[in-house]
């Protein structure tokens, strides 16, 4: 499939160009981005490069329910005017190109080497920041017809975006950094961004930490206490030693009643036997008298 010339907020949200529909996908997002991404710590920061404008956008993980640290994707959306636009188009950037970069996953192991093709991967922070297997391979598996969007986290980027500025560059002006007089951009702009592979080992390290608490709950259910100059396990081991405790005492309990039974049926045989004797003694003596 042809690749546009520019990636655009149009053909982000239409990749294919047809009249296949993408409504569904964006219903979605439009769902998760309301009832999480939008009331957990979605912010941004706007600059002017020139004729470009640059969205810095840490966009919260939609996971961060499950952490014990939160996680936020860094996301750059640079807006350029392409040569064709009009006067009246040149007030909005709707339809100006855009240059991206992301460092979630989704984005890296699915785009990141589409955009590349495209150049439409953000060129004003270091090649490193770039994963450089992601760059190389095309995601055959996830992305195997090469498509330019729609990833998770541009979209809430560019939604947030929308739903703060309506793209109009006159409401996008009130949002821009103010910076030194001699600031050259970019500066230290993107000082606090995280390469695409620091993300990826800064989810799993947080992955770890959850794996660690959790192993650390279940060693503080075990904690040792002393019960009748005994030391015993925690919740675990008391629930066994009580249950062990209930078994025996049940078992002692069944004994009991099983020697009370047993002394009272002798007791009975016992009575009955000299009951028996008696009267025999009785019969005997009777027949001797006659």
Known sequence: MKLPEHLTIKNFNNPTGTAVSTVPIIRD???????????????????????????????????????????FYDVIVE???????????????????????????SFTYTFTHVYGKMNSLYRKIDQSMYSEK???????????????GIEKTLWYALRYVQDKTGFNKKSIEGYI????????????????????????QEIHDTEMIKLKSRK?????????????????????????????GNLATTINN?????????????????????????TNSSIFKSRLKK
Not at 86 to 99: L, P
């Open 29 to 71: 997002l439009t769902n998760r981005y309301n009832l999480v991404v939008s009331k957990t710590g979605i912010s941004m920061k706007v600059y002017n490069d020139h004729k470009s404008i640059v969205f810095v956008v840490k966009v919260p993980s939609e996971k961060n329910f499950r952490y014990k640290k939160n996680i």
């Open 134 to 148: 992601a760059l190389k391979e095309p995601a055959n598996i996830k992305n195997p017809y090469k498509l330019s």
């Open 79 to 105: 807006f350029y005017p392409i040569a064709s636009l009009d006067q009246e188009e040149d007030k909005s950037v709707r339809e100006y190109g855009m240059r991206v970069y992301s460092n979630c996953p």
């Open 216 to 244: 650390s709950k279940a060693q503080s259910t075990t904690r040792e206490f002393v019960i009748d100059g005994k030391t015993i396990g925690g919740r675990e081991e008391r629930s066994k030693s009580n249950k062990q």
């Open 177 to 200: 950094e103010t910076v030194p007089a001699n600031f050259k951009f970019p500066g230290n702009i993107f000082d606090g961004i995280v390469s695409q592979e620091g993300k990826i």
């Open 254 to 278: 069944r004994l009991d009643d099983s020697k009370a039974i047993m002394q009272n049926r002798l007791s009975k045989d016992q009575s009955n036997k000299l009951d028996s004797k008696a």
